[in-house]
């Protein structure tokens, strides 16, 4: 179904909900079976309660000391291959608590996303595409929010969180407009201005926003031809459901027990929070763990961060699944790129985005797979290769979104997956 | 009486706007709604009314002053029973020290949004202004300025700053001058539009393709470099130098021996990474300095003349006569062709003056609309102009604006009086201009994001720049006023320029009435509320 979708007007979600809402009564009596009828609606009803979390590798891991390892070859490095509780996968020694549970993660070994520097391979794994002058393409996060959040969330859409200040980038939603834009998390825990001011009683907070809704209802009358003006009373009415959710942010509220199965480590806090926020019903949270960039001592580098996301990647996965969540929940496992076969003069590895890996884990995801096939030495993909827009629509297709949506700028269609780009359907439940 | 206003009664009788068979030559704001007004006549629809005394002025005076209006200036028009008192006050406004402030912030945002900072550029644009430099002498010195001319050399860094993607200089050229979007024909023929093939796309770029910028920042341009592409068909093929209307520009033969080639090619790489580098010549053939030439040559021209004449009107109006502004194309027609194509070829022939444009567009009834649709139904296709148009505000419009309306406004007064407003308002740019990072710069799509509400929630910084309740500040003037029904009316001529209606004075006065115990905390949520509102966001 290719189905085209203004972004002033989008039919989805919005008309769900909308005809939901104006028609209560009929709503109640409505069957899940009626609804499904509908090919928009039963999209919609797959998509709720559909979440992402990003464990972003920014820096760019080394595709050799995590899933793709190279035994015996000259490009290997120094760390060997073991088993995983799936038989015929092995991956790095470095990943032990992963090899144990991977019947829930595939991997895919054979992305080729050509530029190896950081910014643009950024931006190349963050939207899915090669960056366009005078086009501002929404990221992973936006459009997930787009496409996942409900129209009345109380809760933030995409929270983004990046605490080092190496290769640090905001995340943005482009042309879909600020109400997708991330909520930033970088020197503190919690968002800033999330916290009432002592000045103002929490009376004098709510009471003060009613005047300014009364405004804002009289302003609006007649000019509902601006969906620009409607957005702003929006923002306002969602400010005290995101205050409300500030304890989700604090992991004080979690038992010790469990604070200590994520670990003491910043990454580890950030992935619990994570989990907090996804069970809240935030649908996208980005994770972000600096700094893979091992142009020297890259073995070194990847003992210490290795133990870090193997840790916290597999406290995650477990908690979700005890909670339920895994199964509505992707967890994706993924930096701008890998690093080079070839072993440098400082015991390093450099930038290289020709035959790289990432991994795909919970929500439509078929565990226990690896997908692609690198060449004995890693140098170049020999089987699968795949584009950045490839791993966005095998994305999209695991959140039962429709991955050939079409936005629309002016009269410019442009698709959320890229020209020519298709899921792997491998990897898919 | 004025023929304008002639029409505006003949019309209050008969519902529809009576036309003159044959379009008007002049004035600018005749010619605008001539067109406008034939074609929603043809539709058969009545526009929205027009807007009262208070809110025109609170509209203009955003769009050509950056700022809202002091109470002064909305009781001074008010009382005002001239004919042609809507021209006196564009035309002071259009003569204050405002002006060029916010005519450089729109130049900047077009232009250098993404360059944020650059705090020279920002001061030539300015200079630019002042000096009543029209739109093609500035796009000449941005393509063509001099190093070493202090005035010319802030003004290149349109070039500078995208010097090391040369895709990216192209484009920006191609869309931001010239309205059309050439990107899509990097890797084929544009997919919708005939006018626009792989030839174009790498045509311009051969404008740009020798431009460098040396290690001690200075623009340059080097000996012929020829722009090689493949075709979708697999044929290889050298771009010709090729404007976007397909006029193609000679180069003569590069006569340079291999040796030469060779020498030239070492000084430029020296110049690129050396400080002190001999500094490189003009080159004999500047392509850039010939793709000016040929862009403001006869038909060529109208490009030029229609991207600026576009989104001049956009800013006004919203949305471009054709939308979106960056696909002047033969496949995506204006709403109105004659008007179109009238404003583009008068603005030609006014010498690129943009205070011309700007003038007559403000000065027309189809500007002075209210921006509500009161009448059944949906409101009319935007493309129609039948209702006046809703715009977000840019981040420093926005920024000046809660700064002013949270000022006492006895000193935004008196502030006004001829001789202290140039250095008050400079001042003011300064604050308005550490704000600007707060706030989105609007785009297609505006919408509010809710980090920009919790900002105003809970931000100690809005409490602290607008809610003082320091005797210069509203809140602290507002507390002076005994009568609480006073204190609103007060409340809202400052921040709204108007009177509360009914149902909005009842709701502040109970409000109030709550707070008695404690007043200051009252007062100062009240102008949050009404600082926080859309009326404040939007210029509507």
Known sequence: ?429 | MTGSRLIAIVCAIFALPVLADEPPREPLQAVVDYHINQRLQSAGIVPAATLEDFAWLRRVTLDLAGRIPSQSEVAHFRSDSSDNKREVAVDRLMNSADYAYHERNFLDNLLQSEYDGDKEWRAWLLRSIREGRSWHEMFRTMMNGNDDNSDEKPALAFLKKRANDIDAMTNDASRLFFGVSVNCAQCHDHPLVDDWKQDHYFGFKSFFARTYVTKAQLLAEKPPVEVKFKTTEGEDKVAKLLFLTGAVVEEPEDKRSDEQKKADDEAIQKQIREDNAPRPPRPSFSPRRKLVDTALSGENSQLFARAMANRVWARFFARGLVHPLDQLHSENPASHPELFEWLAREFRNHNYNMRWLERGLVLSDAYARTSVWESDGEAPAAELFAVGAIRPLAPRQYAMTMLLATTNPEDFNKWQSADAWPAKRRELEDRADSWRREFELPGENFNVAVDEALLFANGDRVMNDFLRDGGDKLVGYLLKIEDADETITRAFAAVLSREPREGERSAFREFMSQREEKRVDGVRDMVWALITSPELRFNH
Not at chain 1, 29 to 57: C, F, H, S, Y
Not at chain 1, 235 to 244: H, Q, S, W
């Open chain 1, 1 to 429: 179904m290719n189905q085209l979708r203004n972004i002033i007007a989008p039919v989805g979600r919005r008309r769900f909900l909308g005809s939901a809402a104006a028609s209560s009564a009929i709503a109640a009596n409505m069957t899940v079976l009626d609804l499904l009828q509908n090919p928009v609606m039963a999209d919609e009803v797959k998509r709720q309660g559909k979440r992402v979390i990003l464990l972003w590798l920014a820096g760019g891991a080394s595709q050799f000391e995590t899933w793709d390892p190279k035994p015996g070859r000259p490009t290997g490095g120094p760390f060997r291959p073991i088993d995983t509780n799936v038989s015929g996968i092995q991956i790095s020694e470095l990943l032990p608590k992963m090899a144990a549970n991977m019947q829930d993660t595939a991997i895919i070994r054979s992305l080729n996303t050509k530029v190896a520097d950081h910014g643009t391979g950024a931006a190349i794994l963050e939207t899915g595409r090669i960056p366009e002058p005078g086009v501002q393409f929404p990221d992973l996060g936006a459009i997930c929010a787009r496409e996942l959040a409900r129209a009345d969330s109380k809760v933030p859409d995409y929270v983004s969180m990046y605490a080092a200040t190496e290769g640090r980038r905001h995340g943005y939603s482009g042309f879909l407009g600020s109400r997708y834009a991330p909520i930033m998390l970088t020197d503190k825990m919690v968002p800033r201005n999330l916290t009432r001011l002592e000045a103002v009683s929490d009376v004098d907070h709510v009471q003060r926003n009613d005047l300014r809704r009364l405004l804002a209802q009289r302003f609006e009358r007649g000019r509902g031809h601006s969906s620009s003006v409607t957005s702003h009373n929006d923002a306002y009415e969602r400010v005290r459901g995101i205050m409300a959710s500030e304890k989700l942010f604090d992991i004080e509220q979690e038992s010790q027990a469990m604070r200590d199965k994520y670990g003491p480590t910043q990454f580890g806090q950030q992935a619990l929070v994570a989990r907090r926020l996804c069970e809240a019903g935030v649908p996208f949270v980005k994770v972000a763990r600096a700094w893979w960039d091992s142009h020297g001592q890259n073995f070194e580098t990847h003992r210490e961060l290795c133990a870090d996301l193997d840790h916290v990647m597999d406290a995650l996965l477990n908690d979700l699944k005890e909670r339920g969540l895994l199964e509505h929940t992707l967890v994706i496992t993924l930096g701008e790129f890998g690093r080079t076969p070839n072993i440098n003069a400082s015991l390093g590895r450099d930038h290289f985005a020709n035959a790289w890996s990432c991994s795909l884990s919970g929500c439509g995801i078929k565990g226990g797979t690896v997908y692609g096939k690198t060449d004995e030495d890693g140098h170049a993909v020999v089987d699968g290769e795949a584009k950045a827009g490839d791993l966005f629509a095998t994305i999209f297709k695991a959140l039962a979104i429709d991955w050939e949506t079409e936005y629309h700028l002016g009269a410019r269609p442009i698709p959320i997956t890229d020209f020519g780009c298709s899921p792997i359907d491998a990897v898919l439940a």
